[in-house]
């Protein structure tokens, strides 16, 4: 059952306004209220958008740059999706921002319709207290005059019953008694009129007093329920936030199940391979023995073993270098041969057998190259170039749109 304020906020006394002013009072707790919460509501979007553009500086900033293939991915999306979090706690603020503009508003119009009543039963409460006042004054009057008029009623009849007394004196107090009388029937007249008057506004303070207070409680239920639904909306939408964040962090968990740490190393290794075996040990060449070699041997054999550590070592540069095309061939000795006079041995012989191989296949780029040099060919991942040689030293000749050059063979793939 609904209690109503109309029925339940009445004063015993008669100029007594307790009633109006428990409800009016009770209605500026609840105004009190409503700034309360919208000063909640404000901090808390403060604070959304403070953490919604942290997080976006947090991920614009981040590094990871250093990282390639699947873990690169997982953390590239991880700071996609802590930007998107943070693009939708500043929107989340800006709900809230909305939802605070809508309270004022609310509070604003309650304030004015308040007002208006306010200022009717105020003056009606002040007109009542005002001719209530007037109604004692004449009731103390007549109530004077009555008692005079008795006094001089029975003052004239002992003068009457008094053997003493003289007719002059009699019609003296009889007339004053008589004008005390009329003084009194007078005053009873005026006393009945601001009676009559009192009780119209009386019924006048009630009727506004009833109304009222059905705009106050009305004023009240409308208050309270903006201030749940406000309340409600607010878990809603950190309710939606939460489900929001968990779906960006479960797209990070999808990513992270794709990351594949053998396919990582060997990604490195392809990338950035220096070769597949260690280098030779360092032998011990004993001094005297090569010299008695060299004696025994004569000058044939010396030349022998210049051209083939001079063979050796351009082999050795040439295996470093990238973008060799040919290879150095040993001297074939010649135990038969005079020997050579002078100092000069003998230039090696270079052999025509290529070290890379023709194609002339497509290739798609798995990741992005930027060009070091001008002999080089700029790629970005998903490009389609074709395969024109693939040098042993894992650098291709490739072109693209009418353009040639090197490129890492292992940022392609057929």
């Not at 309710?239 to 797209?251: A, H, N, P, R």
């Amino acid at each position: 059952m609904t209690l109503q304020f109309k029925d339940t906020f009445w004063g015993v006394d008669f100029i007594s306004n307790i009633g109006y002013e428990a409800i009016v009072q009770r209605l500026c707790d609840g105004r009190r209220t409503c700034k309360d919460i919208e000063d909640l509501l404000k901090l808390r979007a403060s604070a959304e958008e403070r953490y919604g553009k942290e997080l976006v500086t947090i991920a614009r900033k981040a590094g990871g740059l250093y990282e390639i293939s699947t873990l690169r991915t997982s953390v590239d999306e991880l700071k996609t999706q802590i930007e998107n979090i943070g693009n939708l706690h500043i929107q989340l603020s800006g709900m809230l921002k909305e939802e605070i503009k809508r309270m004022e508003q609310f509070r604003e119009r309650q304030k004015e319709q308040r007002k208006k009543v306010e200022g009717n039963m105020e003056k009606v409460q002040k007109t009542k207290v005002s001719l209530h006042k007037k109604t004692i004054e004449s009731k103390r009057f007549y109530e004077q005059r009555c008692r005079e008029a008795d006094e001089a009623e029975q003052a004239a009849e002992k003068m009457v019953n008094a053997t003493t007394s003289t007719p002059k004196q009699t019609e003296k107090l009889h007339n004053k008694s008589k004008q005390c009388r009329e003084a009194a029937v007078e005053a009873e007249k005026q006393y009945m009129s601001n009676i009559e008057q009192l009780d119209k506004i009386r019924q006048e303070w009630e009727s506004t007093h009833v109304s009222t207070c059905e705009v106050f409680q009305q004023q009240e239920e409308d208050r309270i329920n903006i201030l749940r639904n406000a309340l409600w909306v607010h878990c809603n939408h950190f309710s939606t936030q939460c489900v929001k964040d968990d779906e960006c962090y479960e797209d990070v968990r999808r990513m992270l199940e794709k990351c594949d740490i053998i396919e990582d190393n060997n990604c490195f290794v392809e990338m950035k391979t220096t070769g597949s075996s260690p280098p030779a040990p360092i032998e011990f060449q004993d001094y005297y023995k090569r010299e008695a070699a060299a004696d025994s041997n004569g000058s044939a054999g010396f030349v022998g073993v210049v051209m083939k550590r001079f063979s050796n070592l351009l082999q050795g540069s040439s295996s470093g270098s990238s973008g060799s095309k040919t290879y150095i061939c040993e001297p074939i000795p010649q135990p038969n041969a005079e020997p050579s006079e002078g100092v000069y041995a003998s230039i090696p012989v270079f052999c025509g057998e290529p070290v890379s191989q023709q194609s002339n296949e497509e290739y798609k780029a798995v990741y992005d190259y930027v060009a070091q040099g001008e002999d080089e060919l700029s790629i970005s991942a998903g490009d389609i170039v074709t395969v024109i040689e693939q040098g042993v030293d894992g650098w291709w000749t490739v072109e693209r749109n009418g353009v040639s050059g090197l490129v890492p063979g292992s940022y392609l793939a057929k």
